[in-house]
């Protein structure tokens, strides 16, 4: 009996894919290998391959018994997003269409899906619950909303169970300091931040300094890596103990602006890490926190690695040791 775990070799399914090893779970990973890295798998059978390809899937379910899926392969560039929205819809929405088919046809009746804070777009309050309304302001939020409420039918229909993970921002790297974060191109703030140090960029870009923050700066929600990867082996024990599907925030609950975080990457690093203000990006909430109350409460996960400044050096740990990222 194994988990299928789909974009498995990216960095937020690698985690997790090292977190069901120490758990002696059997992993079977499927990755088209578009973001994700070999080097980045610390164990699993790896099917090279894309999730809409049916023929390849087929092969991938007749030679295991999958008996759950968790599902991280998608598109989540939310600049490409709005160039191409086909892209997304194609790889999100039509590639979970066609892996709920397959599950179906296998009688794979749980998934676990990476879904994420901008299904809520601007929010009205914060911190945001699972109860705030859901008006994504961009097509990557909107493909994965449309992947929520795929998965909603298709427990209607078929009983195949589902939870939702709407995730925050997730940093960080593995304590083993053998995996971290590889994107490419890279558009999240903590590795771009310690690119500088890195010495692959001059300085760090502040997109806006007039959002109606204590300094100016948008504020965001950083979780460890590996809490996030621990609250999908807590959501799958929620399904294996016959829990109905549901959706939960994965967040800190704390706020740091993007001046805080580059000043946090400083202390950690030693280095001056200049920045350069720019304007606002369309699209850029102000604050964005979570509510994890539910995921406290239902799963009884909560974050153990919830100190910033070790996250951040986790992230650096890494990267120092990987200044070019994985090299396959
Ligand atoms: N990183 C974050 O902070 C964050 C926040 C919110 C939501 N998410 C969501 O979490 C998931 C994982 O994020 P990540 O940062 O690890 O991304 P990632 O790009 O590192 O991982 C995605 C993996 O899926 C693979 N993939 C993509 N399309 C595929 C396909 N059609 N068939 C097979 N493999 C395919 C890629 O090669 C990659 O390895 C994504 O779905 C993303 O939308 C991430």
Same mark, same amino acid.
């Given at each position: 009996m194994a988990v299928l775990v789909t974009?498995?070799?990216?960095?937020?399914?690698?985690?997790?894919? &090292?977190?069901?090893? $120490? &758990?002696?779970?059997?992993?079977?990973?499927?990755?088209?290998?578009?973001?994700?890295?070999?080097? &980045?798998?610390?164990?699993?059978?790896?099917?090279?391959?894309?999730?809409?390809? &049916?023929?390849?899937?087929?092969?991938?379910?007749?030679?295991?018994d999958i008996e759950s899926v968790i599902h991280f392969a998608a598109y989540s560039l939310v600049g490409e997003s709005m160039q191409n929205p086909a892209k997304y819809y194609d790889n999100n929405v039509y590639g979970t269409q066609r892996l709920l088919e397959i599950m179906k046809k296998y009688g794979t009746k749980r998934i676990v899906f990476s879904s994420t804070a901008a299904t809520y777009g601007e929010p009205q309050t914060v911190p945001i619950e699972e109860t705030a309304p859901t008006q994504p302001t961009n097509t990557y939020g909107e493909t994965k909303l449309s992947m929520e409420k795929m998965m909603k039918w298709f427990d209607a229909a078929h009983g195949i169970k589902y939870v939702a993970l709407r995730y925050f921002n997730a940093a960080g790297a593995h304590h083993s300091g053998r995996i971290g974060e590889d994107h490419s191109p890279e558009t999240h703030l903590v590795p771009l931040i310690l690119q500088v140090?890195?010495?692959?960029?001059?300085?760090?870009?502040?997109?806006?300094? $007039?959002y109606p923050t204590e300094d100016g700066t948008c504020i965001r929600d950083y979780l460890h890596v590996s809490d996030l990867a621990d609250a999908h082996l807590l959501a799958l024990e929620r399904l294996r103990s016959g829990g109905e599907s549901s959706v939960y925030n994965l967040g800190s609950g704390k706020g740091f602006s993007v001046k805080e975080m580059i000043d946090v990457a400083r202390k950690v690093t030693g280095h001056p890490i200049p920045a350069v203000l720019e304007p606002r990006r369309a699209g850029d909430p102000a604050v964005l926190i979570a509510s994890s109350a539910k995921a406290k409460r239902e799963l009884n996960w909560s974050p153990r690695r919830d100190n910033l400044e070790e996250i951040v050096e986790s992230a650096w740990n890494w990267h120092r040791q990987h200044p070019d990222g994985f090299t396959e």
């Amino acid at each position: 009996m194994a988990v299928l775990v789909t974009g498995g070799a990216g960095y937020i399914g690698s985690h997790t894919v &090292a977190e069901l090893i $120490d &758990a002696k779970e059997e992993v079977v990973v499927v990755d088209n290998l578009s973001q994700g890295h070999r080097q &980045a798998l610390l164990g699993g059978k790896l099917y090279v391959g894309d999730i809409r390809d &049916a023929d390849f899937m087929e092969t991938v379910f007749k030679e295991n018994d999958i008996e759950s899926v968790i599902h991280f392969a998608a598109y989540s560039l939310v600049g490409e997003s709005m160039q191409n929205p086909a892209k997304y819809y194609d790889n999100n929405v039509y590639g979970t269409q066609r892996l709920l088919e397959i599950m179906k046809k296998y009688g794979t009746k749980r998934i676990v899906f990476s879904s994420t804070a901008a299904t809520y777009g601007e929010p009205q309050t914060v911190p945001i619950e699972e109860t705030a309304p859901t008006q994504p302001t961009n097509t990557y939020g909107e493909t994965k909303l449309s992947m929520e409420k795929m998965m909603k039918w298709f427990d209607a229909a078929h009983g195949i169970k589902y939870v939702a993970l709407r995730y925050f921002n997730a940093a960080g790297a593995h304590h083993s300091g053998r995996i971290g974060e590889d994107h490419s191109p890279e558009t999240h703030l903590v590795p771009l931040i310690l690119q500088v140090p890195l010495g692959k960029r001059e300085h760090v870009s502040i997109f806006g300094d $007039d959002y109606p923050t204590e300094d100016g700066t948008c504020i965001r929600d950083y979780l460890h890596v590996s809490d996030l990867a621990d609250a999908h082996l807590l959501a799958l024990e929620r399904l294996r103990s016959g829990g109905e599907s549901s959706v939960y925030n994965l967040g800190s609950g704390k706020g740091f602006s993007v001046k805080e975080m580059i000043d946090v990457a400083r202390k950690v690093t030693g280095h001056p890490i200049p920045a350069v203000l720019e304007p606002r990006r369309a699209g850029d909430p102000a604050v964005l926190i979570a509510s994890s109350a539910k995921a406290k409460r239902e799963l009884n996960w909560s974050p153990r690695r919830d100190n910033l400044e070790e996250i951040v050096e986790s992230a650096w740990n890494w990267h120092r040791q990987h200044p070019d990222g994985f090299t396959e």
